[in-house]
């Protein structure tokens, strides 16, 4: 018995496929649209079917169909394989977990996963792989530190030779790490102590004469000219500091005091500093017969490094304590000091176009170099050598520094500032370099070791503005190897010097040194 009321039909003649059923339908049988349990059948007495329709039953997509164009993903949705949802529902599991898993267990989760290809942590919805690693350093660490553009190009262009340019015999000089025996003054000559003796040797012409020789057990401990050249300060073991003129080679003063060896020494215009062993550091007026005007205290070891800045306004020292200290003129009391050395500090130098820049080197045990602002009291960077630093000499026409080491490798090594890398290694004795003098030009490095050797090295090479070399040095008339001991003899009977050259008190002086 049919109703009354129309019904709708499921089917309809103008769409071949199912019309889609409402949820209503689904549920409630005694209607008369089709359940998916009835297999297109209808439920109930009536037919269900509109007038004129014919039941079609849903079956395979037609051919028409499959020969569409392929399935396209939606752009913003990204792909996921099985191996991915398998991770991300472990992921989940672990996440989920609200009892800590100790070691032993995570371990095990760890090896499931790797047995069944799962990886742990991984992003699930990432629209593209992730980009490779890289076995090369971070390029943030390697350029890190701005590159001096002028400085590598002049080491590009300048030819430095890893032999010397001349070498000498220097006989008889002392294997100590703490003095300092070797000075070239602004007059081209280069003095060096030998044992008891004082040798001046004249860079232009190759001349060597013997300046002065001690007498007994005593030793030249240090030597050092005076800003003109005109004068030569010398230090000995008995704590004496002896003024000599360089041009009549005459004795000028003596200036006792110290209780100690005088390791080191430096001028500032009329006023010498000196460094003792027992830690002190005096100041000399040496125009006025009381000659000590200071005292600074504030090493405990033996003072190995000194050095004037070039306006004289800071003294900077070094010692055996392992202590870098800044002194102001006008003080006696260090305006700050440095305890970043492992080691003694005998190697200071300034720079000489900044003029807050100081560069500090340490022993065996330390080996690097520091670099201060004296202004700050800021340090702006170090290098480690790797070997026992024993001199530090900057380059007044480029941006670089040459540094002498010991124990292991007693070499020299060239770098470039502020970049600090290296340029340039140098084997320059067989053993440890001691000492080293920068010639008056900058071009030349001298460099004195415990194999009892002086060499010279043209490291600063200055060009013209062609660009050619200048064929002019320091040691353009004296070429080739030499000896000092050779002429000792005969220039002492020469010069009239030896053990009566020290007592000339009637020499008249000149009007700074009385």
């Known amino acids: 018995m049919s109703s009354n009321a129309p019904k709708t039909a499921p089917f309809s003649l103008h769409t071949p496929n199912l019309a889609k059923p409402t949820s209503k339908s689904l549920k409630d049988e005694r209607s008369g649209y089709p359940s ?21 039953i849903a079956g395979p997509p037609s051919p028409r169909m499959k020969k569409g164009k392929a399935a396209q993903y939606d752009r913003f949705i990204p792909n996921r394989s099985d191996k991915e949802l398998a991770s ?54 390697v350029y890190s530190r701005p590159v001096l553009k002028p400085s590598a190009s002049t080491a590009a262009k300048r030819r430095i030779l890893n032999t010397p340019e001349r070498v000498l015999d220097a006989p008889g000089l002392v294997d100590d790490y703490y003095l300092n025996l070797l000075d070239w003054s602004l007059g081209n000559m280069l003095a060096i102590g030998l044992d008891q003796n004082v040798y001046l040797w004249n860079a232009s012409s190759g001349d060597v004469n013997s300046l002065c020789q001690l007498e007994g057990d005593s030793y030249i401990s240090s030597v050092k000219w005076t800003t003109d050249g005109a004068y030569l300060a010398i230090g000995t073991s008995d704590g004496d500091v002896q003024i000599w003129d360089a041009e009549s080679q005459r004795r000028i003063r003596t200036m006792a005091g110290h209780q100690a060896r005088v390791g080191v020494m430096s001028w500032e215009q009329h006023m010498l500093s000196s460094g003792c062993r027992d830690g002190s550091i005096w100041n000399h007026d040496v125009r006025v017969a009381d000659h000590k005007t200071a005292e600074l205290v504030a090493h405990s070891g033996e003072v190995c490094g000194l050095t004037w800045r070039s306006d004289g306004g800071l003294l900077a020292s070094g010692g055996n304590d392992n202590l870098v200290n800044i002194w102001d003129a006008r003080s006696v009391v260090p305006k700050f000091t440095k305890t970043q050395h492992t080691a003694a500090v005998k190697a200071l130098a300034w720079s000489p176009w900044q003029l807050n820049l100081l560069a500090s080197g340490g022993g065996s045990t330390d080996r690097h170099v520091h670099f201060w602002n004296t202004t700050t009291t800021a340090r702006l960077d170090s290098i480690d050598t790797g070997s026992q630093v024993t001199s530090i000499q900057w380059s007044s026409e480029y941006r670089e520094l040459v540094t002498s080491h010991g124990f292991p490798h007693n070499h020299l090594a060239l770098w470039s500032y502020p970049s600090l890398g290296k340029i340039v290694d140098i084997p320059a004795h067989d053993t440890r370099v001691l000492h ?31 660009g050619k070399a200048a064929k002019n040095g320091p040691l353009a008339a004296a070429v080739g190897t030499g000896s000092l001991r050779s002429m000792s003899s005969s220039a002492a009977s020469a010069t009239g010097l030896g053990s ?5 008190s009637d020499i008249s002086r000149p009007a700074y040194i009385r």
């Open 36 to 56: 998916p349990r009835t297999s297109g059948k209808p439920v109930g007495g009536s037919s269900g079917l509109a007038s004129g329709a014919v039941p079609r």
């Open 88 to 141: 991300s529902q472990f992921n989940i599991a672990r996440a989920d977990s609200e009892q800590p898993l100790d070691g032993a267990t995570i371990a095990y989760h760890e090896e499931v996963a790797r047995a069944c290809g799962v990886s742990i942590n991984k992003r699930i919805l990432s629209f593209k792989e992730e980009a490779p690693t890289s076995d090369r350093d971070d390029l943030r660490q």
């Open 436 to 466: 080293t003098a920068i010639s008056p030009d900058g071009q030349t490095v001298a460099t004195a070791a415990s194999d009892e050797s002086l060499k010279f090295w043209r490291i600063f090479e200055t060009r013209t503005k062609s």
């Open 500 to 504: 009566g050259a020290s007592s000339t």
